[in-house]
């Protein structure tokens, strides 16, 4: 019993300070070859440039220590940014904007010298010339046997086909045209690849006879015309190298119409279209326009009443037709207009308009009146007194005409 309980309490540990208490010793082992490959390791993971060392250098953050005060701590710091700043200046490139702020390094557009009238001469210089249909001024450079090239001012020449260098069929080719021939041309074909327009000389003969015959219709001009052919329907012309036509209605002898052919006429414009090319003339109207051109405003006619329309009568005037419209006729009212005049009636009345492009002559018996209505109460005594009366109303067309 006694070894019992001496074994027992060996076994039980005491429950003392557990400093008291050490652990057995433990022996490290060392091995050469693991020794030397741990150093390789650490080798291989220390930087290999200059130039990461300063990175690290300039990364490192400051640091807290437990022994040392916080002034302590900031002198370090700054001590270390100041080296590190120092290092950061001497790599980063120089910026010449920091040190002297009226240097640019960079300009801007608006800040470079700017020529405007070298940039829009610039754009004219190379501005196409020729639009189609414009009028421009050359000179002949070069002939050959299918055209002419002509200086336009352009980059290119001007090419004229020998087609479009002048009306009808041209003969003497080479010696109509020679080298530094000044001429006037229209475009017909806006600039190809090459930069080169097509020009016509035949086309602006054209235009120009059109505005010609245009402007001579419009005044009422009379024009005499060589007959160069005949259809059925008519007689042909030229007219400023133009094709005219004359219907045989439109002729004072139509019957035998082929004896024009050779001869000249004086003739009428009746309608000229230079978009469609058309351009009508007429012998009769002709003849009208001659005698409308020997009539004046505020003369006073005698003539015939060749019919009564709804809007008024037409008067035969020898040769030509005036028109007595309704609202020229009185001063008075009146229900119906065959109560002033019949057909077959002989008539005076005062000339108070003349259309010579339109071959129309106004009538007017209004003014003749010395009292509203007086012709439809007194017609004989207004035509009676119609050429003492007219003498009154002269100096009113009269200062008409002036205010034209």
């Not at 091995?31 to 650490?42: F, G, N, P, R």
């Not at 080798?43 to 002034?71: L, R, V, Y």
């Not at 090239?149 to 980059?155: C, E, L, N, P, S």
């Not at 009292?371 to 003492?388: C, F, H, N, R, Y």
Request: charged share 30%; glycine share 8%; net charge negative.
């Amino acid at each position: 019993m006694g070894v019992s309980n001496n074994n027992a309490q060996e076994n039980i540990q005491p429950k003392g300070n557990k400093k008291d208490f050490k652990k057995p010793l433990q022996v490290l082992h060392i091995s050469k070859k693991d020794t030397q490959k741990k150093s390789q390791e650490i080798q291989n993971e220390q930087p290999n440039s200059q130039e990461e060392i300063k990175k690290e250098n300039i990364a490192i953050k400051p640091q807290i220590f437990k022994d040392g005060s916080e002034t302590e701590i900031k002198d370090r710091n700054e001590n270390t940014k100041s080296l590190d700043s120092s290092q950061h200046d001497l790599n980063k490139p120089l910026n010449f904007s920091e040190q002297n702020t009226d240097f640019q390094l960079e300009r801007t557009v608006d800040e470079f010298d700017f020529d405007e009238s070298a940039f829009l001469e610039a754009l004219n210089a190379n501005e196409p010339i020729g639009a189609t249909g414009e009028t421009i001024s050359g000179k002949v450079i070069a002939i050959e046997s299918d055209g002419l090239y002509i200086d336009i001012g352009g980059k290119a020449p001007g090419y004229m086909p020998k087609k479009e260098c002048g009306l009808g069929v041209i003969t003497n080719f080479k010696e109509k045209f020679s080298i530094g021939l000044e001429m006037e041309v229209l475009v017909i074909k806006e600039q190809n690849a090459d930069g080169m327009v097509t020009v016509s000389a035949r086309a602006l003969i054209l235009r120009q006879s059109w505005e010609k015959v245009s402007s001579s219709a419009k005044n009422g001009e009379l024009i005499d015309v060589l007959i160069n052919g005949f259809n059925r329907g008519g007689l042909t012309c030229d007219v400023d190298g133009l094709r005219g036509f004359i219907p045989r209605s439109q002729l004072e002898d139509g019957q035998d119409h082929q004896s024009f052919v050779g001869k000249t006429l004086k003739v009428a414009f009746l309608e000229v279209n230079p978009e469609s090319r058309k351009l009508v003339l007429s012998e009769k109207k002709a003849s009208l326009v001659s005698k409308l051109t020997s009539l004046e405003l505020g003369q006073l006619i005698e003539g015939e009443v060749l019919a009564v329309k709804p809007y008024g009568f037409f008067i035969d005037l020898g040769g030509a037709s005036g028109l007595l419209h309704q609202s020229s006729l009185t001063n008075g009212s009146i229900r119906s207009l065959r109560e002033i005049f019949r057909e077959g009636e002989v008539i005076k009345a005062l000339i108070s308009e003349i259309d010579l492009e339109k071959g129309r002559i106004g009538l007017n018996t209004a003014l003749l009146e010395n009292s509203a209505g007086e012709l439809i109460i007194d017609k004989q005594k207004v035509m009676q007194e119609a050429t003492e009366r007219a003498l009154k109303t002269k100096a009113l067309f009269d200062k008409k005409e002036q205010d034209k």
